[in-house]
């Protein structure tokens, strides 16, 4: 019996100062300065130094947390992990379409900046407030909404008892008293420069669809499960309208958790800064096992939980098993693989040994151990992170 693994990526709002900083030694860090060549701005520095006004602009927001996202992605593949399913919650959905090569890293970049833009736009011609209604069930919420008479509509449903509204001032002040009267424990304010997910982010809409139609979404061998229908899709097609009416619907994040649940899904991994989805997959999923991976710290961490979780100790991969001291050696960019002629499986390899290239880039080991085997094949197309070969560290 296989574990069955989620990795979950974050959304706006779990960004915070210094968030970089743990990386800045790691292989992985090299993600940050593809991101930033692509989008045209120093996502280092945003990583770094800036402070938390700074972060919160939705346009650095969304940027530093996708590519922190995929950064602690990038060094959880190197050390052997997949998941068997993926989902994100609102930006995060971005970072699941690239975590699975629905979408390319630069495709994701640029996608993710355009969205950012947009929706930073469609804030100021809309303005509006988000905030979180705690202990109501989600049927009460929605009256609380339509009771108000006002414009403000249901934004996430992220788990039991723990709804978020967004809309006008006006609208969410009188939908969280209401909310309040109904038996809501709390109603805080969220730090947000928007009412993400309602209508007020239509203007955005037109220019998310011609950036999509660019983009181009690739069908997965992982599903996504979609913010707005919780169904699981591997098909690329799906994705241009999903993400498009994902902008101005409803996370229904809950709903997703219970697919997965659904699905099989016993171990949810929460890849990026912060540990909010972690603590909402605790509320919605009985019995789930849980871990939120941000720092490289918490890598090792996460390959003794996975190993602790399976029956027969290890985690899934393409029908075979990786331990703790097992690490793949992973594409450095997307292009028709050659390997070295003369290197064969029980060869040993040290830091920086090459194993074949990519179109012109070298493929080179991160780490030092014994080849166990290739897994791409030669003259195969691969695409940026997609593992190439299996080894042995200890």
């Not at 929605?142 to 788990?159: L, P, T």
């Not at 991994?269 to 939120?292: Q, Y």
């Not at 097992?326 to 028709?336: C, D, F, K, M, Q």
């Amino acid at each position: 019996m296989w574990i069955m693994l989620a990795f979950t990526f974050p959304g706006q709002g779990s960004q915070r100062p210094g968030m970089g900083r743990p990386w800045v030694n790691d292989e992985s860090w090299e993600l940050v300065d593809e991101a930033s060549e692509v989008a045209e701005r120093d996502v280092g520095r945003l990583l770094l130094d800036a402070d938390a006004e700074e972060l919160k602009d939705t346009r650095h927001a969304q940027l530093t947390t996708f590519v922190s996202s995929l950064m602690v992605l990038d060094a959880a593949e190197r050390r052997g992990l997949e998941p068997s399913f993926c989902a994100g919650h609102s930006l995060g959905e971005y970072t699941a379409l690239t975590a699975t090569g629905a979408l390319g890293f630069d495709e994701g970049v640029r996608l993710v900046c355009e969205r950012a833009d947009a929706m930073h736009q469609a804030g100021i011609e809309n303005p509006g407030i988000m905030a979180a209604v705690l202990g109501l069930d989600d049927d009460l919420v929605e009256i609380a909404c339509r009771r108000a008479d006002n414009d403000v509509w249901v934004a996430n449903f992220n788990a039991p008892g723990q709804v978020v509204i967004a809309g006008s001032k006006e609208g969410v002040a009188a939908a969280g008293f209401v909310a309040k009267q109904l038996g809501a424990k709390k109603v805080m304010s969220l730090p947000v420069s928007g009412a993400f997910h309602t209508p007020f982010m239509s203007p955005a809409r037109d220019r998310l669809r011609k950036a999509i139609a660019e983009a181009n979404p690739r069908d997965t061998e992982v599903p996504v499960i979609s913010n707005v229908d919780a169904l699981a899709h591997d098909a690329g097609a799906d994705w241009s309208s999903l993400l498009s009416a994902q902008l101005s619907s409803p996370v229904r994040w809950k709903h997703c958790l219970l697919t997965l649940e659904a699905l099989g899904v016993t171990e949810f991994v929460e890849l990026g800064p912060g540990g909010v989805l972690t603590g909402m997959a605790k509320r919605t999923v009985e019995d789930a096992r849980t871990i939120a991976v941000s720092t490289p710290e918490d890598l090792e961490k996460l390959l003794e939980w996975v190993n602790a979780g399976s029956p027969r100790g290890g985690a899934q991969l393409e029908g075979e098993h990786l331990f703790a001291h097992e690490r793949l050696v992973v594409s450095p960019t997307a292009g028709l693989f050659t390997p070295i002629a003369d290197l064969s499986d029980g060869a040993m390899l040290t830091v920086g040994s090459v194993l074949g290239h990519v179109g012109e880039s070298e493929v080179r080991s991160p780490f030092a151990g014994v080849l166990q085997s290739y897994i791409a094949l030669g003259g195969e197309r691969v695409t940026m992170r997609q593992p190439i070969a299996w080894l042995r560290t200890d």
